[in-house]
């Protein structure tokens, strides 16, 4: 712990030297980069280390600016060292993402001597993104889809892994550096620390500013929902207006390609530009959006989830016909939040229900979001109530073992030894769990813990979604019934 308060310290100081400042209206030579709008400190339920507030911050000011020059980019670091950029000439099929690992891992492989020393000294050890996951905190996100995604993002770290090998041996990396280990640090360095530069699609790394937490975006206007019309109201107005436009799907899916951040780099002022998102009191964590993400996007790039995600989804499998039936992207077609379908899925689902002969002159009713007729949306919440179900029943675990797994687990991080349970399942999970992690040293077994702790909290959170969304089609069921 001292350990790491002198390299903060050491590094705060190197920041203060690069001109990375925390007030726009400062001038002269200022002794600390921190301190006039912003401190370093911790948050152990929402992100542990971050930054509070110093003082009121109004939403919209300039709260954090890092030069260019202390900006560590693909560019810079190849730029000042011609033994990496003759390697990296000779590979010139890596990509940007890989060429930035490669890049980060040769500073890290310079030890003291690098430019970089302070900053790289205070960047996390590991981290817990799907692509860290064993099999076994793999296995524990239980959902196919969530399965696949980590199956698959392991796979792709190891194959750039594999890919830049040579590069690595080229430079001569200490061997400990040029491991699958090392490799899944560096990656998860810029993914979960990178910010967007438009000149350079693997971004950059930029002290300081990678301090700032994450909240979602307060609204996201890009949502592809449209006011749900459910009722009966609105079934009512559907049928006075008879035929419409279809929707534009096209407007929809460029709608979705562009994500909201509340920082940038400022080619004027040549820095990276950091601004309150809201009004902040004095010593609250301020935050930033890194953009829109389900809970499985931020575990596969940032490694933590949020209890409470306003963006979060529940995707379930649909039959091949319907998404056949739809011009909507597959990825519209989810459960949203508070468990009710969203738009395109619900007017798929409403298109899907009606008989074939009959789908050509109600397609524009579905597509304008309204219900076609009480009997097909009764139809559309039993079929969506009995996938949930189906989904839920073939879990291993129900949700009242979920959160009493995520207990067990809490004790078992507190050394507090172990938690009797009357679960066959859980008592199964636990027993896996030890007999894998057994063998390993400690860091290892704290870093397993914590993944498995975020699969049985991811699991449970998408668990929660299905939940809902039965409740949903029971009530919306219950009002049709009374029609
Ligand atoms: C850009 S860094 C933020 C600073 C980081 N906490 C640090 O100590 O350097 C992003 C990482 O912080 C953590 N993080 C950010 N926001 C979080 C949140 N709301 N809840 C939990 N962890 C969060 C995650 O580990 C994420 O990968």
Redesign the pocket.
Known sequence: MAGEAANLARFLQWATTLGILDSPNSTGTLSACLGLSMRVSHFPE?????LAATRALTKGELVLRVPKVALMTSDCLISSDRTLATALGNFNFLSPAQVLCIALLNEVNKGRSSWWYPYLKQ??RS??LLASCSQFEIDALQIDDAIWTAEKAVHKSKMEWKEATPVLSELNFKPQLTTFNAWLWASATIS??TMHISWDTAGCLCPVG??????PPEEDPHQLDKPEATDIDSFLTSVDEGEKEDSSTEELVVANADRLTDAGYDEGLASYCFYAKRNYERGDQV?LSYGTYTNLELLEH???I?QDNPNDKAFISLESEMYSLCSWPKDSLYISQDGKPSFALLSTLRLWATPVSKRRSVKHIAYSGHLISVGNEAAVMEWTARRCQDVLSSCWTLMVEDTRLLHIIDKIQDCNGEEETSSQALREEIRSFLAKNCVTSGAKTTRSISRWRLAVEWRYSYKRILSKCISHCAKTLDNLSTL
């Not at 990678?210 to 909240?215: K, R, V």
């Open positions: 929402a992100g542990g280390r971050g960047l996390p981290y817990d979960s620390r990678d301090f700032f937490n994450y909240a935050l940032y490694g933590f949020l």
